[in-house]
């Protein structure tokens, strides 16, 4: 493990991590809910350091998740690995100055990093409502970031599918470049499973102008009912090919593997299409990235 260093001087901006033309990883994890669950965490976040992440993010409010633990994961896992922390935030139910206490609790907890997000309707509403003396957008959200907390990099979600509430592709691509131009340091992608679609987007913010490193998003699905939840949730297409080899077999063991062998033939292609790093959705595991990353040259911290 290559020790991080806290001093002011030598902190990486966000960005800095894809400039060296190897492909840096980062993991994604998700609050808990459970005390059992938190200690498989930490077991996880051990296992995974091995691939180098050039940093970890937790989300804040995913699916339901309560926001107050998001700090206490990046605290500990600031602890087990020495390496940046991203802290996601979005502006669900919040007002400006809510978004501002939070950001300053993230400052003292030690997080460098914010992924910075409207944020998702709350369970069982179906479009997002802005809150009184909050953000309607997440371009806002940046702008406050960038004016209050000059010192923390931030990252900006990205849609190779288009954003579902969008009017149409380049009105989403315009609102992504807002966000941009409002101080987002990199662009995370939503989750996808043909890499086709990434490439035409990344063509597309090129052409727009959008001159950040671009970092593709990947979720490993371990199995069908899992691929199908996600897949709704987040507005991603499964293509007919993994639909298909995954349904080939109820096997648990099967679907892991067909799960797996998808992620990794995503990654290696992705490496050869030179992405300047890769974001993966570990969802608190690390088998499925264990068994897609082994033998893969990448990550360097
Ligand atoms: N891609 C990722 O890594 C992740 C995405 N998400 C989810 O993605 C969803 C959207 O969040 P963000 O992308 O941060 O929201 P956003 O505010 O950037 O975009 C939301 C929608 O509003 C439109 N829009 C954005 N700015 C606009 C403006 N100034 N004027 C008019 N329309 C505008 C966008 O085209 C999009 O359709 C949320 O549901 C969030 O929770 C959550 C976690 C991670
Ligand atoms: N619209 C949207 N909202 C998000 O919160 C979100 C995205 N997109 N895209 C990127 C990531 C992916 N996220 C996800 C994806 C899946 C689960 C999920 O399936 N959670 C299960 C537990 C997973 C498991 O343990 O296997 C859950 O029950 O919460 C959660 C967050 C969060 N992020």
Redesign the pocket.
């Known amino acids: 493990m290559i020790p991080y260093d806290e001093t002011e001087n030598h902190r990486m901006s966000l960005a800095s991590h894809y400039q060296d033309g190897s492909c840096a990883i980062s993991f ?1 994890l ?1 609050p808990p809910r459970t005390e059992k669950g938190m200690e498989a965490l930490c077991e996880n976040v051990r296992r995974l350091t091995q691939f180098m992440p050039a940093y970890f993010t937790c ?1 804040y409010g ?2 339901g ?1 309560s926001q107050g633990t998001t700090l206490e994961v990046l605290r500990k896992v600031r602890e087990i690995t020495g390496l940046p922390v991203a802290s996601h935030l979005t502006c669900v139910g919040a007002t400006a100055e809510d978004l501002e206490d939070y950001l300053a609790q993230a400052t003292q907890t030690g997080v460098e990093y914010i992924v910075a997000l409207r944020g ?1 309707p709350p369970k069982g509403e179906s479009a997002f409502k802005m809150t009184d003396g909050g953000f309607r957008y997440a371009n806002e959200l940046v702008e406050m970031i960038r004016s209050k907390f000059s010192n923390l990099g931030i990252a900006v979600a990205g849609y190779p599918e288009v954003h579902q509430e969008a009017v149409d592709a380049q009105t989403d691509l315009d609102n992504l470049k807002r966000k941009v131009d409002a101080g987002g340091d990199i662009i995370i992608t ?2 996808f499973y043909d890499n086709a679609d990434f490439y035409r987007f990344r063509d597309k913010c090129v052409a727009a102008g959008i001159n950040v490193p671009i970092v593709p ?1 990947i ?1 490993p699905v371990t199995n069908f009912a ?1 691929a199908d ?2 897949a709704s ?3 991603a297409r499964i293509p007919n090919e993994l639909r298909e080899a995954m349904t080939e077999s109820e096997d648990d063991k099967f679907q892991f593997e067909v799960g797996v062998q998808h992620a990794r033939m995503q990654t290696a292609d992705l490496l050869e299409n030179d992405v300047p790093g890769i974001h993966y ?1 570990v ?3 690390s088998d499925a990235a264990e068994a897609l990353l082994d033998g893969m040259q990448l990550g360097s911290a």
């Open positions: 994604e998700f989300t995913a699916g998740s998702d939503q989750l998003g979720l899992q939840r996600i949730m987040c507005k959705y969802l608190n595991k």
